[in-house]
């Protein structure tokens, strides 16, 4: 199917194991996004891509590790799960280039995180 | 840094106009967007305001000054599917988008 997924949708984890969120988007965008949205805070960013092979730090990237092989993937990994990091974790992707790249992101449905 | 500024909560009349006003602080400005997100859905975009003025789609219109480093979404004849969280952006250029807080909105019959 085409656009924008997210993999699992619901993710139930122990504080201090490794946990990997998938994102996968069949647009060939070039730039992809994570973030994480919790009451009060709306959307935070966490790491973002312009390119494969090209990350770079967001708003809260402490804990998070991200990777981009390939274009369509960006998948975020938690090194070591706290329980702060009880989130919905959203992924995005945008295809403009330039001043105006940002705009216009397509969000994946979301993967809601709990670490106990 | 940036910052944007939103109120949390707006409450308005089925078949009424609402405006969702948003200031933002930001060093370097492309443009102010507008996205809609539902309970337990996705982030949607809705609209892009890069030059003063209003830019009207269907029932929502989007306005930005600019000078006055504000912007608003104004949402007529508002049905109950309007019911949703309303997040402005900035665009500043060289960093990605910055999210405002949203305003969440419920319509009452």
């Known amino acids: 199917d085409a656009g924008i997924t997210q993999s699992p949708r619901y993710k139930i984890t122990e504080t201090g194991r490794q946990v990997t969120l998938m994102c996968h988007q069949t647009?060939?965008?070039?730039?992809m996004f994570w973030y994480r949205q919790d009451l009060g805070h709306g959307l935070r960013l966490i790491y973002y891509s312009a390119a494969a092979d090209i990350t770079d730090k967001g708003e809260v990237p402490d804990g998070y590790v991200v990777s981009r092989s390939k274009t369509e993937n960006f998948p975020l990994t938690l090194e070591s799960a706290t329980r702060s990091q009880t989130s919905v974790y959203f992924c995005a992707s945008s295809e403009k280039t330039g001043p105006y790249s940002y705009n216009e992101q397509f969000f994946g449905p979301g993967t809601r995180l709990t670490v106990l | 840094g940036q910052s944007l500024e939103q109120p949390s909560e707006v409450t308005a009349v089925e078949g009424a106009i609402v405006q969702i006003n948003c200031t933002y602080q930001t060093s370097g400005f492309y443009g102010l967007s507008w996205y809609q997100q539902h309970d337990g859905g996705a982030p949607t975009f809705l609209s892009y305001?890069?030059?003063?003025g209003l830019e009207e789609t269907g029932r929502f219109s989007s306005f930005l000054s600019r000078s006055d480093s504000y912007g608003y979404l104004l949402l007529q004849e508002l049905q109950m599917k309007d019911s949703a969280s309303y997040f402005c952006?900035?665009?500043?250029?060289?960093?990605?988008?910055?999210f405002g807080k949203g305003t969440r909105l419920s319509v009452i019959a």
């Open positions: 647009w060939s965008h070039s730039y």
């Open positions: 305001n890069a030059l003063d």
């Open positions: 952006a900035v665009n500043s250029g060289n960093t990605p988008l910055v």
